[in-house]
Nanobody, 116 residues
Framework: QVQLKESGGGLMQAGGSLRLSCAASGSDFSLNYMGWYRQAPGKQRELVATISNSGSTVYADSVKGRFTISRDNAKNTVYLQMNSLKPEDTSAYFC??????????WGQGTQVTVSS
């Protein structure tokens, strides 16, 4: 079993920056894919960014050039650096990890609110 602990959400003015972290812990696992998703009230959960075990990244068009995903394999942690935040970035952000055995786990979510 893998547990995920997210941190770093909060309230920020438009144009500001926030950094989200998601640390994975548990026993007998190795990480494969890691990613961030977000879900606003009344909307479907959507992909924000992903990073593979080899470091390949994918970004939603809406965040390209503003958000950066990275990972620290030694700490089993994935980060999301969010710059130039916009009110439309307001959402609950969830991390997702997939282990080498292809088991998927979701974090509990952290709220990001961007005021105009």
């Amino acid at each position: 079993q893998v547990q995920l602990k997210e941190s770093g959400g909060g309230l920020m003015q438009a144009g500001g920056s926030l950094r989200l972290s998601c640390a994975a812990s548990g026993s007998d696992f190795s990480l494969n894919y890691m990613g961030w998703y977000r879900q606003a009230p009344g909307k479907q959960r959507e992909l924000v960014a992903t990073i593979s075990n080899s470091g390949s990244t994918v970004y939603a068009d809406s965040v390209k050039g503003r958000f950066t995903i990275s990972r620290d394999n030694a700490k089993n942690t994935v980060y999301l650096q969010m710059n130039s935040l916009k009110p439309e970035d307001t959402s609950a952000y969830f991390c997702k990890i997939v282990t080498a055995r292809l088991n998927a786990y979701w974090g509990q979510g952290t709220q990001v609110t961007v005021s105009s």
